[in-house]
Nanobody, 124 residues
Framework: QVQLVESGGGLVQAGGSLRLSCAASGRSFSSYTLAWFRQAPGKEREFVTIIRWGGAKYYADSVKGRFTISRDNAKMTVYLQMNSLKPEDTAVYYC??????????????????WGQGTQVTVSS
């Protein structure tokens, strides 16, 4: 079992930055692929970024060049640094974990565990 707890969300002006954290508890953290998804009001949950146990990273086109994912296996924490934020980035951001890796990493059903989410609001 893995439990995920996100933090760091809030209200920021367009062009600003936020850093989200996701603290995990459980075993074999380093064996998990970790991801961030987001869900805006009235929309489906969408893929943002993942980081594999070896450090490989993939990003959605909408955040590429602005967001950076990282992980600290010793602290069992994954981070999402968000820069140059836009109003369209407003959403609840969720941390997710899957054991191993799947090429369908953009699909919510590929993940075994989810956090409760943290709200990010970007004002124009």
């Amino acid at each position: 079992q893995v439990q995920l707890v996100e933090s760091g969300g809030g209200l920021v002006q367009a062009g600003g930055s936020l850093r989200l954290s996701c603290a995990a508890s459980g075993r074999s953290f380093s064996s998990y692929t970790l991801a961030w998804f987001r869900q805006a009001p009235g929309k489906e949950r969408e893929f943002v970024t993942i980081i594999r146990w070896g450090g490989a990273k993939y990003y959605a086109d909408s955040v590429k060049g602005r967001f950076t994912i990282s992980r600290d296996n010793a602290k069992m924490t994954v981070y999402l640094q968000m820069n140059s934020l836009k109003p369209e980035d407003t959403a609840v951001y969720y941390c997710a974990a899957m054991f191993g890796y799947s090429s369908s990493y953009y699909y919510t059903g590929s993940y075994d565990y989810w956090g409760q989410g943290t709200q990010v609001t970007v004002s124009s």
